[in-house]
């Protein structure tokens, strides 16, 4: 597991390369395992007697971190060590196994962003872990191998500050680079794809696929009239991003109609191209058989815009000879976004700190309908580290001593609530896990079935008495675990904790009132946002908090309802109340544990002098070594370009300012279309009328932002290089996307170009890669060109695009052999489907208002994109 092995300051100065050392589990693929040395294996001995004394945290760690299947088939997992080298003109990673042989060596300057991500948890059921992808030319290994390199970090705030230093020697998607010096290019480009696969029906059933020739993706169906058989099997699906895997969803047993409802979020990700989703069927002793697949163009996709469906399974056999063998229903949204310097968001980043942060969710939600902003602007508070006193002081407002705020505290969905919901889920992310998710895995994966009620088991007084004593069994794990890591709470929910404790006190004046339960009333309103709304939320669906992997059965869902209405139950304070008659059994477990809870509360709503490098003061600075990278990204930022500088997340937390506020930029756009076309709050809503008309003014930077670079790309300098010039937009004539519902989209008065690369970016990039091919040493096997990544010098386009490669002119990294990277598909990240009142209010740059503007618009037919 990863282990800080160097906790001094780095080694690297201006006079000598700069080095960072880290521990880590390296998953190795069987292929390339064939010239290590075999694992060292402990001796049964020491194996046995270790079973014998702890035999459940054997379990609970198999249960979790077992790898049950791989993306590249059977592999293991073996320590290594990672040694990252800045050489001023390149940056490489090393990875020893055994610490002394050389697995891999990566060359981190030739990769891009998008090449560095975060891996899904359920690729092999394992927290913490990154992904590098690479080509033949931007690696060297004693063995071929063209998958990506997994790491798995001992914790998240070790893997979140690798991630961010691998990412700041890759180059970021900037466009525009190599002829705007000032701020080092135009813009940079954000893709994200959240997916949910729901669940599947008449799987294994064959039918006649009616498909389109034409069709570039699967077709949503309304509903397959045609009646089968129901076939009973286990079925997963693996989820792939331009060809390349990303997750996969548990094995569920199911008569053709399996259930998943398992969600997905792949962020950072590379210009998109398709997504397929593969439908397996498990079978016990057997290969995993291949039912039929899913592909989906990502690119006929309207931006931010939900489409949810049942999708044809198809089995391969050519267009004419498709079989289609059932269906799943999938819920998918496609973002990309355009984010400007920062400086370009001064204006609208100071119009939301002149007002608290949970006033302009309240507008979000209310004017403009908005449910999913209200993370950007947390993130954005919690960036400028104002997040938990924007709380405070609108508690203020809202619990002010009458019923209604009592009803607001343990009843209420209210801003106030739910932005606590947020913010707990933010920062107790770790210290939920380390409360619950042990021993929630333990059992689910010992498949504990708990039933006290006669009526829904059907059994006598013993089954249910044995029943009882088995729930106060595993409410007793569920709360020792708890109470064990009270300390581990974080300093911000201290804070927040505390001062809910102490409102209540003042408002409802507890402290003399001669009533028992007045006084516990602080107590109780830590607890209806520590247990209510945040731990009990994660024994009931541990699924959706990262807990457990997929939704629990059944009778595994029973028992976790059970135990979390008995620790509901403790943090009400009140043993006396089950409605349940079967529930009364367990009031000797809460009465001997209400002082315990008691203490608890106490102690996550006291906040404890912050020590930077204790590791559970519940705060991500107690690594040594990401306050080594901090210090190593203000030393080399100075010699960045603005836009590559701003491309590289803020740590702890991995945020990115900018990005989150075009995200808010588009969101606003679109919605204040649509929900106020004719400006009706612009009256009694100043605040929300400058803001959409901020929004506005940034849409104009952006469109004249990518039209300028979509001249540059038009202008007939490129001819003179021998570059293939093929466009990468859809044609107005084609037909619309069959994997959305068709709709009606208004005209628009400009045409929404692509994020197209300029001509300069391909000469230069061209010329720098001959000249400086040679500096980097090459993998001695020949590797198969289809194989090879996006990104890289012997890159064969396989589908419609133009490459270009961004100029690092720092001095750094003048010399530093850069790739060509491929064209945006879209920019469609702040298009809007208004209706003509709404279209209206589109303000156009002025350099596309003149006459030969219109003109050029016609020339430049294949470059431009309508949507």
């Given amino acids: 597991m990863s282990e800080i092995l160097d906790p001094k300051q780095p080694t690297g100065t201006s006079n000598g390369p700069r080095e960072f050392l880290v521990s880590v589990e390296l998953y190795v693929p069987t292929v390339a395992s064939f010239g290590l040395r075999k694992p060292v294996v402990p001796r049964r001995k020491t194996e046995t007697s270790k079973a014998e004394e702890n035999p459940k945290s054997l379990k609970e760690k198999s249960s979790w ?35 002394t042989i050389l697995y891999q060596t990566i060359y981190v300057h030739m990769l891009n962003h998008t090449d560095i991500r975060l891996a899904d948890s359920s690729l092999f059921l394992r927290k913490n872990c990154m992904a590098l992808a690479s080509a033949g030319g931007q690696r060297w290994g004693s063995s071929v191998n063209t998958e990506p390199i997994y790491f798995q970090f001992e914790d998240p705030d070790m893997c979140n500050t690798w991630l961010v230093l691998l990412r700041s020697y890759s180059k970021p998607e900037i466009y525009g680079q190599t002829f705007v010096s000032r701020g080092g290019g135009l813009y940079r480009m954000w893709r994200q794809v959240e997916l949910s696969i729901l669940q599947g029906r008449n799987l294994g059933n064959h039918f006649k696929a009616q498909t389109d020739a034409n069709a570039s993706s699967a077709t949503l169906s309304e509903g397959d009239p045609r009646e089968a058989d129901p076939v009973d099997l286990d079925a997963f699906c693996e989820i792939h991003l331009n060809d390349n895997i990303c997750a ?64 044809p399974v198809i089995q391969a056999g050519g267009v004419s000879n498709s079989i289609q063998v059932g269906e799943i229903r999938m819920k998918l949204t496609v973002d990309e976004e355009i984010i400007l310097p920062h400086n370009s968001y001064s204006d609208l980043l100071t119009a939301i700190r002149d007002r608290n942060v949970l006033e302009w969710m309240s507008d979000f939600e209310r004017r403009l309908h908005l449910r999913t902003s209200s993370y950007q602007l947390m993130c954005i508070a919690i960036a400028k580290n104002i997040l938990v006193e924007h709380i405070t002081e609108y508690a203020d407002r809202e619990v002010d001593g009458t019923p209604s705020s009592h009803n607001t505290i343990f009843r209420g969905n209210t801003t106030f609530t739910k932005t606590m919901e947020l913010a707990m889920a933010f920062y107790g992310k770790a210290f939920l896990e380390s409360s619950i998710g042990s021993t929630i895995r333990r059992i689910c994966s010992e498949k504990i079935a708990i039933e006290v009620d006669p009526v829904r088991s059907g059994k006598g007084p013993k089954e249910v008495e044995r029943g009882v004593d088995q729930l106060i069994h595993w409410s007793q794990e569920v709360w020792n675990q708890i109470y064990a890591v009270r300390s581990q709470c974080p300093h911000e929910l201290r804070r927040l904790f505390e001062h809910v404790r102490k409102l209540v006190e003042k408002r409802y004046h507890t402290k003399d009132s001669q009533d028992a339960q007045s006084r516990e009333l602080p107590w109780q309103s830590v607890s209806a946002f520590c247990f209510l709304r945040f731990i009990v939320p994660g024994i009931l669906h541990p699924h959706l908090f990262g807990l457990y992997p997929g939704l629990p059965s059944a009778h595994i869902q029973r028992s976790l309802t059970l135990i979390a209405k008995v620790i509901q139950s403790l943090a009400n304070l009140n043993p006396n109340v089950q409605k349940e008659e079967f529930m009364r059994g367990i009031k000797d477990f809460l009465k001997q544990n209400l002082p315990a809870m008691v203490d608890y509360i106490l102690v996550v709503s006291t906040p404890i002098p912050l020590d930077p490098y204790s590791p559970h003061s ?67 809503n100043q605040h929300l009328s400058g803001l959409c008309a901020q929004c506005f003014d940034l849409e104009d930077q952006s469109l004249a932002r990518v039209s300028q670079l979509a001249a540059v790309e038009s202008y007939p300098i490129a001819l003179k290089w021998d570059i293939p010039r093929i466009t990468s937009t859809v044609s107005s004539a084609a037909p619309p996307s069959p994997a959305s519902p068709s709709k009606i989209v208004e005209p628009r008065k400009v045409s929404r170009p692509c994020t197209a690369p300029s001509s300069s970016d391909l ?36 589908s419609p695009k133009v490459l270009s490669s961004p100029e690092d002119r720092s001095p750094r990294a003048i010399n530093r052999p850069r790739f060509l990277r491929p064209k945006s598909i879209s920019a469609d990240s702040i298009s809007s489907f208004a209706s003509p009142a709404g279209a209206q209010s589109l303000r156009s740059p002025p350099e596309l208002q003149d006459e030969a503007s219109r003109k050029r618009k016609n020339v430049l037919q294949g470059i431009l994109t309508k949507r």
């Fill in 65 to 99: 971190i077992s790898v049950a299947r791989t993306p590249a088939g059977a592999g293991q997992w073996r320590p290594a060590t990672c040694k990252l080298m800045d050489e001023d003109e390149s940056c490489s990673l090393n990875i020893y196994v055994e610490e």
């Fill in 248 to 311: 996969r969803t548990t094995v569920k047993k199911g008569i053709g109609s399996p259930d998943w409802h398992e969600n997905f979020t792949f962020s950072d990700l590379p210009p998109f191209e398709t997504l397929e989703v593969t439908v397996w069927r498990e079978k016990r002793l057997l290969k995993p058989m291949l039912l039929g697949s899913v592909r989906i163009a990502l690119t006929n996709f309207r931006r931010s815009e939900a489409v949810e469906g049942w999708f």
């Fill in 618 to 684: 519940g705060h991500p600075a107690h690594s040594h070594q990401r306050l080594d990278v901090v210090s190593s990204l203000h030393e080399r930022s100075t010699t960045m370009p603005v836009l590559e500088r701003e491309s590289i997340p803020l740590l702890p937390h991995v945020l990115d300012i900018p990005r989150h506020l075009a995200c808010i930029t588009s969101s606003v756009l679109r919605s204040a279309r649509s929900a106020d076309p004719k400006g009706k709050f612009s009256e009694d």
């Fill in 763 to 798: 000469s230069a990039a061209d010329h720098r890669t001959a000249s400086s091919g040679n500096r980097i040493p090459s993998s001695p096997v020949p590797h198969d060109l289809s194989s090879l990544r996006r990104g890289s010098v012997s890159d064969i386009p396989s």
